[in-house]
């Protein structure tokens, strides 16, 4: 009888748990939906009416209007091409050093890792750092959104963690049969560290695809602005009117008095998400042990 | 060994020179990331000594007048300052009491439930507003916010009650921001309790259970408890933001994507100043000073609630 009852309450508890979480997921993912809703919306059909999970005249005319719209194409080159760079050069600066540091027999390793770790405290601040940009003449230049980003102290110690629990007789061996270090790095340790090099090469992207700030501070050429920075100026209101025309521009008659800057904004929201939801799976399979392997050393 | 001591220095000089090639891939390795840190973060230090000039680019550092501490006066002459601070901490405030707590409390009912799929589920869904940038959601927000066909203020409309401009209202940016600044958080900050409380001993909820504790009982005393060395350690990083946003705030990125010019009296905030005041209108030396006295305020903060944690219950961390 006690034995019922507790079962009983117990599936009350998990039942009424269970729609309250099931009802802050909705919270969490209804955002994503409305504006999904709306990119696949014919713009003028939405003026001054309410779209909630349903798309109102379904279309994909606003996809189109991004790959004939100029400016949003250059900057989605922008942000892809930064992305790959990007990452690549932070992966190959970030990771050759920690496997340096992880190796005992490098003099002055302890000086080189206090020398990696102050900046996680100290720092000159926006103004200093602008001014040494503006010295270095990266004003205006591709090369400022991946120089001074190629190397991140916390991705240091999450490698350099990962490289010293690998074992010295894998090493070892291919030393013997004459592999100098770099050898040894590119062909045994980058092939069994590809776990944590995978999950750093995700989270280095997605910071990448989603910065615009650098962009905001040290660049005002126009074709070099990445996506996040034409999105911004348009939900700020500065950017429509070119954004528009250019979308006309683009379309066949029928259709240029479809478009609404709403609709093609978002068009690209969406856009700018997919790719994130595209390597989402990736990333979670590994962030919490990412977190985790920071959280205590860092 | 003995060998080594005799050795002359001549000796010396070239067995360590032997040691460098020996190991020169190692050196090489690391030159890049070396240089990259010297330039970018290294380089821009002692530029802070513009915050005691009055900064003149075309002259530069070495040729700049210095001016003592009249930045730092002019800062608290500033007719901006008291807003600006106001927005600051009431950002903060309430970026900390609802955001703190409320990853922790998500860990919690996460970790009470009993179907695995579903936590996964709530897991996934609740990670994903982390990954996209503060662009996007200021852009979801402004469409699901809108005063006439947003979704909210439709659901308040079919309740009776009338629409509310969220975003372009000054008085009601902060907890508005805050909101959407735990709507974007929450899930990512539960993932550290999340590993906490699965890393406490099964035994004693066992041992709970055998004894009669109801649920609320073995949060209490042993889930709660089993965390707080993570929270405390969370506690202190927070405290080194006070000035920038604590506990799941807005921060720059959230307060500039938000802000605009309905709510400028309410959103702008010490950061954003910093960027207006040296950036747009080029005042490099009093927006510097600005970030000194800002630094230096922060990580003050780090230090007393480092104290703190190392009095209460020996959990600093340094």
């Known amino acids: 009888m006690l034995q019922v009852k507790k079962h009983r309450s117990e599936w009350i508890f998990q039942t009424v748990l269970a729609a309250i979480m099931i009802m802050f997921s909705v919270l969490m993912i209804y955002p994503f939906l409305n504006i999904f809703a709306k990119s696949l919306s014919t713009g003028s059909a939405m003026i001054g009416r309410t779209v909630y999970i349903l798309p109102v005249s379904p279309t994909l005319n606003n996809y189109w209007a991004i790959f004939n719209n100029s400016l949003l194409i250059q900057s989605l080159l922008v942000s892809v091409a930064r992305t790959v760079v990007g990452t690549m050069f932070h992966l190959v600066i970030t990771g050759a050093a920690a496997y340096a540091c992880s190796k005992k027999r490098l003099k002055g390793r302890y000086f080189l890792t206090v020398f990696f770790l102050i900046p996680m405290y100290f720092g000159g601040g926006l103004l200093p750092s602008y001014i040494l940009i503006t010295k270095l003449g990266l004003m205006?230049?591709?090369?400022?959104?991946?120089?001074?980003?190629?190397?991140?102290?916390?991705?240091?110690?999450?490698m350099m963690t990962y490289f010293k629990q690998l074992p010295e007789?894998?090493?070892?061996?291919?030393?013997?049969?004459?592999?100098?270090?770099?050898?040894?790095?590119?062909?045994?340790?980058i092939p069994v560290s590809t776990p944590i090099i995978a999950t750093i090469a995700l989270l280095v992207a997605v910071g990448h695809w989603n910065s615009w700030f650098d962009a905001v501070l040290y660049v005002n050429t126009a074709k070099l602005q990445p996506v996040q920075a034409v999105l911004q100026q348009i939900i700020q209101g500065t950017q429509t009117t070119t954004l528009l025309r250019n979308a006309q521009y683009g379309t066949t008659s029928a259709n240029t008095n479809t478009f609404t800057t709403q609709s093609i904004t978002m068009a690209t929201l969406c856009f700018t998400v997919f790719p994130i939801l595209f390597v989402y799976p990736f990333l979670q399979k590994y962030f919490v042990k990412g977190i985790m392997i920071g959280g205590v050393k860092g | 060994?003995?060998?080594?001591?005799?050795?002359?220095?001549?000796?010396?000089?070239?067995?360590?020179?032997?040691?460098?090639?020996e190991n020169r891939w190692l050196y090489l390795f690391v030159i890049p990331a070396f240089l990259t840190v010297l330039i970018f973060n290294y380089f821009p230090m002692p530029g802070i000594i513009m915050a005691f000039q009055n900064f003149d680019p075309m002259k530069g550092f070495f040729h700049s007048t210095f001016v003592g501490l009249d930045n730092f006066r002019s800062i608290f002459e500033s007719t901006d300052l008291p807003r600006v601070i106001k927005n600051t901490l009431g950002i903060s405030a309430l970026g900390f009491c609802l955001g703190f707590p409320l990853p922790i409390i998500l860990a919690v009912f996460i970790n009470e439930m009993s179907s695995i799929k579903l936590k996964k589920f709530i897991q996934t869904t609740s990670y994903l507003p982390h990954f996209i940038s503060w662009i996007v959601v200021s852009g979801i927000m402004y469409e699901i916010l809108d005063i006439n066909t947003g979704a909210v203020n439709k659901l308040i409309g079919i309740f009776g009650g009338s629409s509310?401009?969220?975003?372009?209202?000054?008085?009601?940016?902060?907890?508005?921001?805050?909101?959407?600044?735990?709507?974007?958080?929450?899930?990512?900050?539960?993932?550290?309790?999340?590993?906490?409380?699965?890393?406490?001993?099964?035994?004693?909820?066992?041992?709970?259970?055998?004894?009669?504790?109801?649920r609320l009982k073995r949060i209490l005393h042993i889930t709660i408890p089993g965390i707080m060395p993570t929270v405390a350690v969370l506690l202190i990083l927070q405290a080194g933001s006070l000035l920038s946003g604590a506990g799941l705030s807005p921060g720059f990125?959230?307060?500039?994507?938000?802000?605009?010019?309905?709510?400028?009296?309410?959103?702008?905030?010490?950061?954003?100043?910093?960027?207006?005041e040296g950036i747009r209108r080029m005042?490099?030396?009093?927006?510097?000073?600005?970030?000194?006295?800002?630094?230096?305020?922060?990580?003050?903060?780090?230090?007393?609630?480092?104290?703190?944690?190392?009095?209460?219950?020996?959990?600093?961390?340094?």
Not at chain 2, 174 to 197: D, F
Not at chain 2, 254 to 273: F, K, M, Q, R
């Open chain 1, 140 to 158: 205006n230049s591709f090369w400022v959104y991946i120089f001074p980003g190629m190397f991140s102290t916390f991705n240091f110690l999450v």
């Open chain 1, 169 to 189: 007789s894998i090493e070892e061996s291919a030393r013997i049969d004459g592999a100098n270090d770099f050898q040894i790095f590119t062909r045994i340790v």
């Open chain 2, 1 to 21: 060994m003995s060998e080594m001591t005799v050795a002359s220095k001549k000796n010396k000089g070239k067995k360590s020179l032997l040691y460098i090639w």
């Open chain 2, 164 to 214: 509310v401009d969220f975003l372009a209202d000054p008085k009601l940016f902060w907890i508005v921001s805050v909101l959407i600044a735990i709507w974007k958080e929450i899930g990512w900050g539960s993932i550290i309790y999340l590993a906490a409380i699965v890393s406490i001993d099964q035994e004693q909820y066992e041992a709970a259970i055998v004894d009669g504790a109801s």
């Open chain 2, 253 to 276: 990125d959230g307060t500039y994507n938000l802000g605009n010019p309905g709510n400028a009296d309410a959103s702008e905030v010490l950061d954003i100043w910093i960027f207006r």
């Open chain 2, 283 to 318: 005042n490099y030396s009093f927006a510097s000073s600005v970030g000194l006295v800002l630094s230096v305020i922060n990580m003050t903060f780090v230090f007393i609630a480092n104290k703190i944690a190392n009095k209460v219950n020996d959990s600093g961390i340094f």
